[in-house]
């Protein structure tokens, strides 16, 4: 299992790259929150920055899961980790588990400094503490959610399938975090959509022919 998650990393460390990259973009947008935040005046530079940056993130999760299988479809990986005695089950399951390392990459960083930035400058309330972990929560699951639509649609030769997932997507669950907050309601829906997501995905890489 070890050799393939190494495998899985060195043909897609483009997106660890990103990950560490976006990563840092996102922590100086929570600094530069926190350092000019006015009531009176919106965060300007926070928004500039922030906005082309989620939307790259977004694309780029979903287009990892897409360009794993893509690759696998195309460059016939799969069929040549068979004749090694090696099963679909383990193939698909480093597959993921190399998707959720860099998600983790993208966001623990994140999740670290913002925990550390509310304990430093903004008063001690009990549900700030709670806030911040339930925002890493639902954020994590979206972006697990957005990595399902790439591996679901990676068999598609058809670059435009990936795109147009993670935009519906976008639009489905920007406005129930709206609607609901970042609560438990969120989570559980996320949670019902990536296992969804997941089993499909498995059955698809079970049943197609190599």
């Known amino acids: 299992m070890f050799a393939l998650i190494k495998r899985e990393i060195q043909d897609h ?13 996102f922590i100086i947008i929570s600094i530069s929150l926190i350092h000019q935040y006015n009531p009176k005046e919106p965060p300007v530079f926070s928004i500039a920055l922030g906005v082309p940056a989620a939307t790259i993130v977004i694309f780029g999760i979903c287009a990892m899961g897409a360009t794993q299988m893509y690759l696998d479809r195309t460059r016939k990986i799969s069929a040549l980790l068979s004749t090694l005695a090696v099963s679909r089950n ?37 549900m700030f503490p709670g806030m911040v972990f339930e925002m890493s929560v639902t954020v994590f699951l979206m972006a697990f959610a957005f990595y399902c639509i790439g591996l679901q649609t990676g068999w598609n030769s058809s670059a435009i399938t990936p795109s147009l997932g993670a935009f519906f997507l976008t639009c489905i669950f920007i406005p129930l975090i709206l609607i609901k907050g970042f609560g438990v309601h969120i989570v559980v829906i996320l949670v019902l959509f990536i296992a969804a997501s997941l089993i499909r995905t498995w059955h698809t890489f079970m049943k197609t022919s190599l």
């Open 13 to 25: 460390i483009v997106y660890f790259i990103g990950a560490a990259v976006f990563s840092a973009v």
């Open 90 to 126: 383990r193939i698909l399951l480093a597959r993921i588990i190399t998707g959720i390392l860099v998600i983790l990459i993208l966001f623990v960083p994140l999740t670290i400094i913002a925990g550390i930035l509310v304990r430093l400058f903004i008063p001690p309330v009990p």
